[in-house]
């Protein structure tokens, strides 16, 4: 829209070069939620854990958590962009856009995915993209997702362990990733870390869902002690700020180098903070100047009307200062998405199973689970005796287990403190590539 047509680094042009074997949709389009009451299901659960309550399997996405967790690699040419970059700002640029980029594809998303069985794993190798990732589920309850992504060319490792935590208040959902996100650069023997912000899922109950995330997100560069600090607003009153990530990358001093800006859902800006801080004040001003003629009607207004019984307007997309450089602009959904969950091109063929994937994968591989694979192709009933079955089943194994002396083994993490921050985290212990499986659990 208002993209300054200068300094707009050829990468951020560039679309993903999508290899012609990837599906580009699902077997069958969703089912409508619309009669089906989460009401019922959720007035027990006001303030409570929600990883405790088994919820019906059409409010579902066909995708267990640990390939939601998978799409924070959609936008890894960033990754390779930092690497590409003898500037540690620059580098950090990246690093930070990246940390916004992996969270985008919650936009619209109210789909929930399906909570992985205790030794679930997923991998993934984009050889296009340059990585490969694997990742397990190593805790029941909490419930710990762990990751390891690397770079083919031994470029990066990315490696992170989530606990979502999701409280119930009446009219939404949040989830807080609570956890640790680290991404190591070999090349510049440097290491990043951060935290997700908190996602919110609205109107649960009655109206038209929508997502927000908010909170800080501070991304830290362990070698040079430069920091990215960086806001996501929450919407506040008529939408003004929905979307809106907003900070700066400091030294280690705390002096502002540069103003980061844009939104989580479609973009990234860097200007210098002198800029960006004059335009803070001219807007503020002319909000201002609005509010001061608008003040009569707020008293018309009812005050029993909430803000978030309604979804708000699709703000206008973010607004560009002069003088800015795009630093990541969002791949477009396609157009049949609306019908497939809301899923990006890349999430559309998480699931998808490959001949060349038989004999090769785990047994314990998301894409082998068959209430997934039942909701994929749309017979919901299967999905649900499925989905049921499976969870009794993880129940009675864990009863087995605390009768005899078996400890739960995790196979390819291990539990311990992040090398760079010392915060509880899990690591991956290698030898899952070799692809020797035998002595894994039966979970499905």
Not at 156 to 162: L, M, N, T
Not at 310 to 321: G, K, L, S
Not at 350 to 367: A, H, W, Y
Not at 428 to 437: E, F, L, Q
Request: hydrophobic share 35%; net charge neutral; glycine share 4%.
């Amino acid at each position: 829209h208002h993209l300054p047509p200068a300094n707009i680094p050829l990468t951020v042009l560039l679309p993903l070069f999508i290899p012609l074997s990837y599906r580009t949709s699902l077997p069958a389009p969703m089912f409508s939620r619309n009669d089906v009451s989460i009401w019922s299901i959720l007035k027990k659960c006001i303030g409570m854990e929600l990883s405790k309550i088994a919820m019906p399997v059409i409010f579902n996405e066909p995708l267990s958590f640990l390939q939601r967790l998978t799409e924070y690699m959609e936008h890894t040419y960033l990754i390779h962009q930092a690497n590409a970059t003898t500037d540690s700002v620059e580098r950090m640029k990246c690093v930070a856009a990246f940390a916004v980029s992996a969270v985008a594809s919650q936009w619209e998303r109210t789909g929930k995915p399906f909570n992985p069985l205790l030794g679930e794993t997923y991998e993934l190798i984009r050889d296009d993209l340059g990585f490969r990732w694997v990742s397990e589920q190593v805790s029941h309850h909490p419930p710990v997702s762990a990751f390891h992504a690397e770079g083919l060319n031994e470029d990066f490792v990315f490696h992170g362990s989530i606990y979502p935590k999701l409280k119930f208040w009446g009219k939404s959902i949040e989830a807080e990733p609570k956890g640790l996100i680290t991404l190591e650069l070999p090349k510049y023997n440097e290491a990043y870390t951060w935290t997700n912000p908190t996602c919110c899922v609205h109107n649960i109950i009655v109206g038209q869902l929508w997502i927000e995330q908010y909170g800080s997100v501070e991304v830290i560069n362990h070698k040079t002690g430069e920091r990215c600090s960086m806001m996501f607003k929450p919407c506040g009153l008529f939408g003004k700020e929905l979307h809106i990530v907003e900070g700066y990358i400091l030294d280690k001093s705390k002096k502002k180098l540069c103003a980061i800006y844009g939104k989580w859902t479609e973009c990234l800006y860097t200007v210098d903070p002198a800029t960006f801080e004059a335009h803070k004040k001219t807007d503020k001003k002319n909000l201002d100047e609005k509010k001061g003629n608008k003040q009569v009607l707020h008293f018309t207004s009812s005050v029993d009307e909430e803000p978030e019984e309604m979804p708000p307007p699709d703000a206008e997309t973010a607004q560009v200062i002069p003088g800015s450089e795009l630093i990541w602009k969002i791949t477009p959904r396609p157009d049949n998405s609306a019908k497939f969950y809301a899923f990006s091109t890349f999430a559309m063929h998480l699931n998808e199973q490959e001949k060349s994937m038989e004999g090769v994968i785990p047994p314990t591989d998301s894409r082998l689970r068959p209430d997934i694979r039942a909701m994929e192709n749309g017979d919901i009933d299967l999905a649900s005796a499925e989905k049921k079955r499976l969870e009794e089943k993880q129940r009675m194994a864990r009863k087995n287990r605390t009768k005899s002396t078996d400890e739960w083994k995790t196979r390819w993490f291990q539990q311990g403190p992040n090398p760079h921050n010392k915060a509880q985290d899990w690591l991956y212990s290698k030898g899952y590539w070799d692809r020797n499986y035998t002595h894994l659990p039966e979970i499905y």
